[in-house]
């Protein structure tokens, strides 16, 4: 079965500052799609950012970007000029073939504190 | 677009009880997925259903039934409740194009407990 390991359970930064959040997986697919989610205190999830395994090129959201290593099989989330807003949980997830079908398999979270 | 709505957003439920957590999309995604989340954890998939009429087990199961007669709506039941099925339950959708999956947009949630 596929993994997806944040291995930061909590991490900080001060407001304007930059953050990088870890994640690594593990998959012997060559065509799959990484995501990473937000999760604010409402609980709602929500799609910060998205990466196809194919392209090489780091995706990018505005003040959010990725550092893909295809090879490393990691995938981190980089927050520039962080504000009050960013604090959430942060998941990051897999998408694609695991046990004959294709899931999306989540990582356990990353809680990110802004401190003003 | 309302995007994937769920109700009820709270429940507590007796242990033996029976209920039906709704789940509807107004996008028109061949995609649905049901998603329970405990406590400190991320999402574990339970069931998910790639089109109207068609369901499949996802990794946490037990418990649980869906159904999908229509494109848009995925109810999920639980029966017989247990205190291990107290957690947060999400719904989610998404599209399949010509270049792959496309991605999953979340319902709100619902929060279950059960005594």
């Known amino acids: 079965a596929q993994t997806v390991t944040q291995s930061q359970p909590e991490m900080s930064v001060q407001e304007a500052e930059t953050v990088t959040l870890s994640c690594t997986y593990d998959t012997s697919e060559s065509d799959y799609y990484l995501f990473w989610y937000k999760q604010p205190p409402s609980r709602q999830m929500i799609l910060v950012i998205r990466q196809e395994a194919y392209k090489q090129q780091n995706a990018t959201e505005n003040r959010f970007s990725v550092n893909f290593q295809k090879a490393a099989k990691s995938f981190s989330l980089k927050i520039s000029d962080s504000q009050l807003g960013d604090a959430a949980m942060y998941f990051c997830a897999y998408w694609g073939l695991d046990g004959g079908s294709e899931k999306l398999v989540f990582g356990k979270g990353t809680k990110l504190t802004v401190n003003p | 677009n309302a995007g994937v709505t769920q109700t009820p957003k709270f429940r507590i439920l007796k242990i033996g009880q029976s209920m039906t957590l709704q789940c509807t999309q107004d996008?028109?995604?061949?995609?649905m997925y049901w998603y329970r989340q405990d406590p400190g954890m991320g999402l574990k998939l339970i069931y998910y259903s790639v089109g109207a009429g068609i369901t499949d087990k996802g990794e946490v199961p037990n418990g649980y039934n869906v159904s999908r007669s229509t494109t848009e709506d995925f109810p999920l039941r639980l029966e017989l409740a247990a205190p291990s099925q107290t957690s947060v339950y999400f719904c989610a959708s998404s599209a399949l194009s010509g270049q792959g999956v496309e991605t999953q947009y979340f319902g709100p949630g619902t929060r279950l407990l059960v005594l």
């Open positions: 996008m028109n995604h061949n995609y």
